[in-house]
């Protein structure tokens, strides 16, 4: 699969997040190469060199996306894996998206706070059902009902 594959299925796999909005998403061109950018947070590079494409994966990102130890890492500098693309990566990037989101859209938030007034909707719908998507990020309970840690209302299973 050609890395311009990748980036739109990756695209369709993250709008199906529920905790997806607009601008969450976003690639942008540099000097040689595109990246990925998940709630404001570079997360993925992609460079076509003559015969090869190249993956750089933030080292913050790395483990979440469990590649295998027989993937070809050709440099590590500046907070970033350089790896030689192949189906293997493609698939674990696929597979594994939905954990790096998760934790660019918590890492990214601007402002943190507790919870807002909606805590006890979110409790009995047992996820975050604030409609502004990116003031949510900043929202700390979540990550409890992320969690399936539940402190309010009729599905409390927290004393």
């Known amino acids: 699969m050609k890395y311009s594959a990748l980036i739109d299925n990756l695209r369709e796999k993250i709008q199906t997040n529920h905790d ?3 601008g969450c998403y976003d690639i942008k061109p540099n000097k040689g190469f595109h ?3 998940l ?12 015969d090869i494409t190249l993956i750089g994966v ?3 990102y790395y483990d979440l996306l469990e590649l295998s130890n027989e993937v070809t890492i050709l440099k590590q500098q500046d907070n970033w894996t350089t790896l030689l693309y192949t189906e293997e990566i493609s698939h674990a ?3 594994n998206i939905d954990s790096v989101f998760k934790k660019c859209f918590i890492e ?3 402002d943190i706070f507790g919870c807002c007034s909606r805590y006890e909707e979110c409790s009995n719908e047992k996820n975050c059902i604030h409609p502004d998507k990116e003031m949510a990020r900043g929202c700390m309970y979540k990550i ?4 399936d840690r539940i402190f309010y209302g009729v599905n409390r299973n927290i004393d």
């Open 39 to 50: 709630c404001g947070l570079a997360v993925i590079r992609f460079q076509e060199k003559k």
């Open 20 to 22: 997806y909005y607009e």
């Open 144 to 147: 409890n009902l992320d969690s």
């Open 35 to 37: 990246t990925l950018w």
């Open 108 to 110: 990214g938030a601007n």
């Open 58 to 60: 933030a080292d913050k």
């Open 93 to 95: 990037l696929q597979n």
